[in-house]
């Protein structure tokens, strides 16, 4: 017969420490978007984007030369909103 000891405050320490790691790097992946890093975050066509929410003026986007540019994080928390916003069938 196999006994096994788990020391639970060391192995719930090592996930806490884990999960914050991964959190970080999830954080830092990418500070701005290009359109078609926008479309592969939202599942989204460049087309049904600029049909439905990229000229509200809430949407965050900056044109830096002849590359439109979205910060993520602000990205992020417009899109939530926006799809809150949105009828219900």
């Given at each position: 017969?196999?006994?096994?000891?788990?020391?639970?405050?060391?192995?719930?320490?090592?996930?806490?420490?884990?999960?914050?790691?991964?959190?970080?790097?999830?954080e830092r992946r990418h500070t701005f978007w290009d359109?078609?890093?926008?479309?592969?975050?939202?599942?989204?066509?460049?087309?049904?984007?600029?049909?439905?929410?990229?000229?509200?003026?809430r949407f965050p986007k900056y044109r830096v030369g002849k590359k439109w540019l979205f910060p993520a994080k602000e990205c992020e928390e417009f899109l939530i909103m926006w799809l809150k916003e949105q009828p219900t069938v």
């Open positions: 017969m196999i006994t096994v000891n788990i020391d639970e405050n060391r192995a719930e320490e090592l996930f806490l420490k884990e999960l914050k790691k991964r959190l970080d790097h999830l359109m078609k890093e926008l479309c592969r975050q939202t599942n989204m066509s460049p087309n049904f984007i600029r049909e439905t929410f990229f000229y509200d003026p």
